[in-house]
Protein backbone atom coordinates (compact mmCIF):
# COMPACT_ATOMS: atom_id res chain seq x y z
CA UNK A 1 0.00 0.00 0.00
CA UNK A 2 1.37 3.45 -1.06
CA UNK A 3 1.30 6.01 1.92
CA UNK A 4 2.64 9.65 1.26
CA UNK A 5 2.62 11.57 4.76
CA UNK A 6 3.22 15.05 4.65
CA UNK A 7 3.90 17.15 8.05
CA UNK A 8 5.36 20.76 9.39
CA UNK A 9 2.22 22.76 8.37
CA UNK A 10 1.27 25.33 10.62
CA UNK A 11 0.43 29.21 11.12
CA UNK A 12 3.44 31.46 10.42
CA UNK A 13 3.95 35.22 10.68
CA UNK A 14 4.68 36.81 7.08
CA UNK A 15 8.66 36.87 6.72
CA UNK A 16 9.22 33.12 8.13
CA UNK A 17 10.02 30.01 7.66
CA UNK A 18 8.98 26.48 7.82
CA UNK A 19 9.33 23.47 6.84
CA UNK A 20 7.49 20.57 5.25
CA UNK A 21 8.21 16.93 5.48
CA UNK A 22 6.56 13.80 2.96
CA UNK A 23 7.33 10.35 4.30
CA UNK A 24 6.32 7.95 1.73
CA UNK A 25 5.94 3.86 1.82
CA UNK A 26 5.09 1.61 -0.42
CA UNK A 27 6.94 2.92 -3.62
CA UNK A 28 10.85 2.93 -4.91
CA UNK A 29 11.35 6.24 -3.54
CA UNK A 30 14.58 6.68 -5.18
CA UNK A 31 13.58 6.18 -8.53
CA UNK A 32 10.60 8.49 -8.50
CA UNK A 33 10.33 12.15 -9.24
CA UNK A 34 8.81 14.17 -6.07
CA UNK A 35 7.07 17.11 -5.87
CA UNK A 36 4.95 19.44 -3.59
CA UNK A 37 2.00 21.11 -5.18
CA UNK A 38 -0.14 23.71 -3.03
CA UNK A 39 -4.00 25.08 -3.61
CA UNK A 40 -5.57 28.43 -2.16
CA UNK A 41 -9.21 28.62 -1.50
CA UNK A 42 -10.88 29.17 -4.83
CA UNK A 43 -7.88 28.44 -6.91
CA UNK A 44 -6.94 25.31 -9.18
CA UNK A 45 -3.72 23.38 -7.96
CA UNK A 46 -0.31 24.80 -8.62
CA UNK A 47 3.03 23.20 -8.79
CA UNK A 48 5.43 24.13 -6.72
CA UNK A 49 8.54 22.93 -6.71
CA UNK A 50 9.87 19.20 -7.84
CA UNK A 51 12.96 16.58 -8.05
CA UNK A 52 14.10 13.96 -9.51
CA UNK A 53 16.18 11.20 -8.90
CA UNK A 54 19.56 12.64 -9.36
CA UNK A 55 18.80 15.59 -7.31
CA UNK A 56 17.67 18.02 -10.62
CA UNK A 57 15.16 20.38 -9.08
CA UNK A 58 12.11 22.51 -11.10
CA UNK A 59 10.64 25.51 -9.12
CA UNK A 60 7.62 27.94 -9.81
CA UNK A 61 8.62 31.12 -10.52
CA UNK A 62 6.31 32.53 -7.37
CA UNK A 63 8.72 30.81 -4.83
CA UNK A 64 12.25 30.95 -6.22
CA UNK A 65 14.82 32.17 -4.21
CA UNK A 66 12.76 31.28 -1.62
CA UNK A 67 11.86 27.64 -1.30
CA UNK A 68 14.33 24.59 -1.75
CA UNK A 69 13.04 20.86 -2.20
CA UNK A 70 15.22 18.18 -1.27
CA UNK A 71 15.26 14.11 -0.99
CA UNK A 72 16.72 11.55 1.64
CA UNK A 73 16.20 8.31 -0.27
CA UNK A 74 18.04 6.80 3.09
CA UNK A 75 14.79 8.03 4.31
CA UNK A 76 12.26 7.57 1.67
CA UNK A 77 11.84 11.35 2.41
CA UNK A 78 11.09 14.12 0.26
CA UNK A 79 11.25 18.23 2.12
CA UNK A 80 10.04 21.60 1.52
CA UNK A 81 12.20 24.43 3.24
CA UNK A 82 10.45 27.80 2.55
CA UNK A 83 11.65 30.88 3.61
CA UNK A 84 10.90 34.15 3.49
CA UNK A 85 6.97 33.44 3.21
CA UNK A 86 4.12 35.74 2.36
CA UNK A 87 0.81 35.70 2.66
CA UNK A 88 0.25 34.61 -0.86
CA UNK A 89 1.57 31.44 0.29
CA UNK A 90 -1.24 30.45 2.27
CA UNK A 91 -2.52 27.06 0.99
CA UNK A 92 -3.03 23.72 1.50
CA UNK A 93 0.10 21.58 0.42
CA UNK A 94 0.12 19.02 -1.25
CA UNK A 95 3.29 15.55 -1.93
CA UNK A 96 3.34 14.15 -4.80
CA UNK A 97 5.14 11.33 -6.21
CA UNK A 98 5.20 10.07 -9.77
CA UNK A 99 6.87 6.99 -11.61
CA UNK A 100 9.34 7.59 -13.90
CA UNK A 101 8.58 5.73 -16.37
CA UNK A 102 4.62 5.22 -15.64
CA UNK A 103 3.23 8.86 -15.07
CA UNK A 104 -0.34 7.04 -14.27
CA UNK A 105 1.22 5.71 -11.35
CA UNK A 106 1.05 8.84 -9.47
CA UNK A 107 0.46 9.49 -5.32
CA UNK A 108 -0.58 11.74 -3.36
CA UNK A 109 -0.57 12.98 0.14
CA UNK A 110 -3.30 14.13 2.30
CA UNK A 111 -2.27 17.70 2.44
CA UNK A 112 -1.28 19.97 5.12
CA UNK A 113 -2.35 23.66 6.08
CA UNK A 114 0.31 26.16 5.68
CA UNK A 115 -1.13 29.91 6.64
CA UNK A 116 1.05 33.11 6.43
CA UNK A 117 -0.30 35.66 8.54
CA UNK A 118 -0.10 38.06 10.87
Known amino acids: QVQLVESGGGLVQPGGSLRLSCATS????????MGWYRQAPGKQRELVAT???????NYADSVKGRFTISRDNAENTVYLQMNSLKPEDTAVYYC????????????WGQGTQVTVSS
Open 26 to 33: GIIFSIYR
Open 51 to 57: IISSGGT
Open 96 to 107: SGTHPYTPALRY
